[in-house]
Structures are given as C-alpha cells and as structure tokens.
T-cell receptor, first 114, second 110 residues
Framework: DAGVIQSPRHEVTEMGQEVTLRCKPISGHNSLFWYRQTMMRGLELLIYFNNNVPIDDSGMPEDRFSAKMPNASFSTLKIQPSEPRDSAVYFC????????????FGQGTRLTVV | DQQVKQNSPSLSVQEGRISILNCDYTNSMFDYFLWYKKYPAEGPTFLISISSIKDKNEDGRFTVFLNKSAKHLSLHIVPSQPGDSAVYFCAASAIGDMRFGAGTRLTVKP
C-alpha cells in the first residue's frame, strides 16, 4: 500500500477563495482524521470519521470549514472562504479498527493564504 | 480544550545522554498512548506505544512509561543520537479518537 495520500502537497491561494484538500486513506482503514499543525497547539484535531461517518467535528474552527467522506477511500476538507489565518500544514491520518492501533499520516498539505 | 499536553516546547541534550520527554492527559477514557516523531516537511511517523494496562514498554533505545494515576507518560531515549533530533508528539487514544499534544522539539548535540 502507498500509505495515506494527500493532495496537493502545497497550495497557495488568495484570501476569499475556496480551498479543497484531499485525502486517500490506507485501504481497509476505517477511521480517518484531519489535523492542522500550528505552533501553539501542535497537531490540532479538526474532525474524524469512523466508517465514513463524521463522529466529532468540534475541532473545526468555524463554519468556513467543512469535511466530507463520501466513501471509504476518499475524504475532503474544504475552506470557503479562506483567510490568511488558515495558513498551516494540514494532515490526514487513518487507522484500523478499534483501539490499540497507530494512525498513519500523509505527507500533509501546506496551505498559504495570501 | 487541550486533552493532551506537552509543556516543554523544546529540549536539548548531549549525544549519548538520556532524553526524557513528558506528556500529560486529562481524559481518563484514553486507553492507548503513542509517541510520534516528525521531521520537517514530512508527516508524523509512529515511534512507540503503550496500552493502559501496562506501565512500561521498551523498544531498543526507546522506552515509554505510563503513570495512570497521575495521567502522565514519558518517553526515554537512551543513548540519544543526533539523528533523534526531531519534533516528538505525544498522542492519546480512545476507540475511534486520537488526540495529540503540541509537540516537543528535541535537539541532540554531537
């Protein structure tokens, strides 16, 4: 397996534009996480899915952020409209069934909003 | 609401000495704890873990200790090597959930 795949690796966009980040989890994994890396909070959990169902989205900072998982092999994180303070590295991770398993991370998407 | 806390943003040690990274958590529902290592421009990679039914897990130079009553865990690296220089994240997991701390940047000086 190629691991967790995120695209794009880098995104530069203008303030007010819509941004869509994409993630393909490891095949067979049933939990998917979106994290944002910041200096102050480290890896901040935005939302996670179990079996394609959003379980906890309390970490999503504002209504401008939304995430979907239409099937077991694909998820998106959308920011609309984007703002400069959204600039960060966004990571997607997936893990297998139940507790006691580690999460595998993608390479991340570095988002810059100018 | 930071459920997992790493209060030391950075740590510097001499090569060959022990590195001790600390982590505290607040949610008693967490039953599995992990340490991840992150290099620049890469995603975090799994390093070592421990179940809540244990108090110690060792893997080569890396040992994780868990003190459930204090809701505290630590990662010991001995001997430290320059290649260990990275950001280390502590994570705590309950079924379907995984929370991370803010990370500690470890620098191992030759």
């Amino acid at each position: 397996d190629a691991g967790v795949i995120q695209s794009p690796r880098h995104e530069v966009t203008e303030m007010g534009q819509e941004v869509t980040l994409r993630c393909k989890p490891i095949s067979g994994h049933n939990s998917l996480f979106w994290y944002r890396q910041t200096m102050m909070r480290g890896l901040e959990l935005l939302i996670y899915f179990n079996n394609n169902v959003p379980i906890d989205d309390s970490g999503m900072p504002e209504d401008r952020f939304s995430a979907k998982m239409p099937n077991a092999s694909f998820s998106t994180l959308k920011i609309q409209p984007s703002e400069p303070r959204d600039s960060a590295v966004y990571f997607c991770a997936s893990t297998g069934q139940g507790s006691g398993t580690e999460a595998f991370f993608g390479q991340g998407t570095r988002l810059t909003v100018v | 609401d930071q459920q997992v806390k790493q209060n030391s943003p950075s740590l510097s040690v001499q090569e060959g000495r022990i590195s001790i990274l600390n982590c505290d958590y607040t949610n008693s529902m967490f039953d599995y704890f992990l340490w991840y290592k992150k290099y620049p421009a890469e995603g975090p990679t799994f390093l070592i873990s421990i179940s809540s039914i244990k108090d110690k897990n060792e893997d080569g130079r890396f040992t994780v200790f868990l003190n459930k009553s204090a809701k505290h865990l630590s990662l010991h690296i001995v001997p430290s090597q320059p290649g260990d220089s990275a950001v280390y994240f502590c994570a705590a997991s309950a079924i379907g959930d995984m929370r991370f701390g803010a990370g500690t940047r470890l620098t191992v000086k030759p």
